[in-house]
């Protein structure tokens, strides 16, 4: 049997891509080495310095103000502090203002109104780690490195080994350009994994792309589907931050986004008409798509499903070229 597997891993923009790898690389034989985990530092603080900063633009936007008039003087500091380099420890000072900054009551305000935006999920989880963050010794855990976020190249490949077998990841922005360059890169892939972030339901269509809504998502994943491309490669599709999904179907109806949907704020009516309109738009009967609902960063089940998919993937081809065998013997 075959020990790689090759996985082409597609989405939108902020859908959750690179994290789906990490959490498989986290679970797998090898996990994170100590150093690569260092080399993650300088990329969580400079998340923090981006994900701060925008939240204090969308309280400028709103008109909010910070409800501590001192903290205006940390709020001109955050906004001069540039990123920093790969290997650079943030400042006292600069820890400060963050610890400042997040714990005023109108900054929370603003984060409550744009968690699940276009600010990263886990921007709550870093500053309330502050404390631990600010030490100088600071080595990122296993969960920062997933939780953090960064922007990826057009095209990334990343690999780990799970039950012996070799894993190849081949992370791809879902852009047509994109698909038709790096193409002869992609040939000969176990499955395809196209990931979907249904937070997003509820989102605007974005014609640039910034922040793909889930009608932005469902067309991606239907021109994918009727190109000729990977015909006979299963796809995985995972459906990403369902806890969130969840949360908003009480306070922003699917139905308002979606007039043909009539299960109200049930989660499992809702999850099962999200599903259907993806599969609907698999127009090839030949080709399999295997699907599974992502709560969050904390579901083991993700690395379960995708292992399981791709075991059954190997027997399927197996058994084929068995049969093809003995065609030929009987020929």
């Not at 979907?196 to 640039?208: F, K, M, V, W």
């Amino acid at each position: 049997m075959n020990r790689e597997i090759k996985i082409l891993v597609l989405g939108s923009y902020g859908s959750g891509k690179s994290t789906i790898i990490k959490m498989m690389e986290m679970y797998s034989d090898i996990g994170f080495s100590y150093d690569y985990r260092k080399s993650w530092r300088g990329d969580v603080f400079n998340s923090m310095i981006y994900d701060m900063k925008s939240i204090l633009g969308k309280m400028e936007f709103l008109g909010i103000d910070m409800e501590h008039q001192h903290n205006q003087i940390h709020k001109e500091r955050l906004n001069q502090q540039p990123l920093l380099h790969k290997n650079s420890q943030m400042s006292q000072e600069m820890i400060t203002t963050m610890d400042a900054l997040w714990n005023d009551p109108g900054m929370h305000d603003c984060y409550q109104r744009f968690a699940g935006s276009s600010l990263s999920g886990s921007s709550a989880y870093f500053f309330e780690s502050l404390a631990r963050i600010a030490d100088p010794d600071y080595i990122p855990t296993d969960l920062d490195v997933v939780r953090c976020e960064k922007r990826t190249p057009a095209v990334k490949e990343s690999s780990t080994i799970i039950n012996s077998i070799t894993y190849r990841f081949f992370e791809c922005k879902v852009c047509s350009h994109f698909m038709k360059k790096f193409k002869s890169c992609f040939e000969n892939m176990t499955l395809i994994m196209f990931v979907a972030d249904i937070s997003q339901y509820d989102r605007e269509p974005d014609e640039h792309g910034i922040s793909p809504s889930l009608l932005d998502t469902l067309e991606i994943f239907d021109s994918f589907c009727k190109s000729k491309w990977y015909l006979e490669s299963p796809i995985l599709l995972i459906l990403n931050k369902a806890a969130l999904f969840k949360a908003k179907l009480v306070y922003s109806p699917l139905e308002k986004y979606f007039p043909d949907y009539k299960g109200g704020s049930a989660y499992d009516a809702a999850c099962e008409y999200v599903l259907n309109r993806f599969v609907y738009l698999n127009q090839h009967d030949e080709r399999q798509i295997y699907a599974h609902f992502v709560s969050g960063i904390s579901d083991t089940g993700v690395y379960k499903f995708v292992t399981a998919a791709a075991n059954d993937t190997i027997i399927q081809e197996h058994l084929r070229n068995l049969e093809k065998l003995d065609v030929s013997k009987a020929v």
